[in-house]
T-cell receptor, first 117, second 116 residues
């Protein structure tokens, strides 16, 4: 079946521009996650949705970052007034999110590489 | 606080050699989940394995095997008879679950290069 898809795959933004990154999770997956991966580092958690509810946004680095999942499926991560330090790969993951340990397995999309110039 | 340490930044081996990637974790949770992911040059994180803290049985899947030891808080990954296609960055991760949230804490990764 189809995996997690993300678009665009690459985005170049000038400092100060707003960007929107899209994630299409695996069909039927209740949970959706966003991670930020800087060059040479492991991914770092940004935010978590269960259906349309954003249950944890503790990892969002500033109030310029905003995520939504209005219908409990597709999610958008928006970054306002981009800064150079926002340059990174943004990864989306989804999981079943139901009872049972299998539901904790997160499946990742290919990521969006954001470069802020 | 959760923490995952992958002390090996880069490893190079010659094809067909065995290689072990180390992972040490810290958590206060009594029930927890550990994961390994592979990130090839294409960039997509590929799920390899999940291990529950209450199941210390080691696991083998083809050329891959995992050694989970609670006594030393380690979850090491061994590739037997390595192949060029194994070249990638490998991440160990620990699942935090609490206060209605689930998030993975990743190590910094180990870059494995398999030389033909």
């Amino acid at each position: 079946g189809a995996g997690v898809s993300q678009s665009p795959r690459y985005k170049v933004a000038k400092r100060g521009q707003d960007v929107a990154l899209r994630c299409d999770p695996i069909s039927g997956h209740v949970s959706l996650f966003w991670y930020q991966q800087a060059l040479g580092q492991g991914p770092e958690f940004l935010t978590y949705f269960q259906n349309e509810a954003q249950l944890d946004k503790s990892g969002l680095p500033s109030d310029r970052f905003f995520a939504e999942r209005p219908e409990g499926s597709v999610s958008t991560l928006k970054i306002q007034r981009t800064q150079q330090e926002d340059s990174a790969v943004y990864l989306c993951a989804s999981s079943l999110g139901l009872a049972g340990a299998d539901s904790y397995e997160q499946y990742f999309g290919p990521g969006t590489r954001l470069t802020v110039t | 606080a959760q923490k995952v340490t992958q002390a090996q930044t880069e490893i190079s081996v010659v094809e067909k050699e065995d290689v072990t990637l180390d992972c040490v974790y810290e958590t206060r949770d009594t029930t927890y989940y550990l994961f390994w992911y592979k990130q090839p040059p294409s960039g997509e994180l590929v799920f390899l394995i999940r291990r529950n803290s209450f199941d210390e049985q080691n696991e083998i899947s083809g050329r891959y095997s995992w050694n989970f030891q609670k006594s030393t808080s380690s979850f090491n990954f061994t590739i037997t008879a390595s192949q060029v296609v194994d070249s990638a960055v490998y991440f160990c991760a620990l699942l935090y679950s609490g206060a209605g949230s689930y998030q993975l804490t990743f190590g910094k990764g180990t870059k494995l290069s398999v030389i033909p």
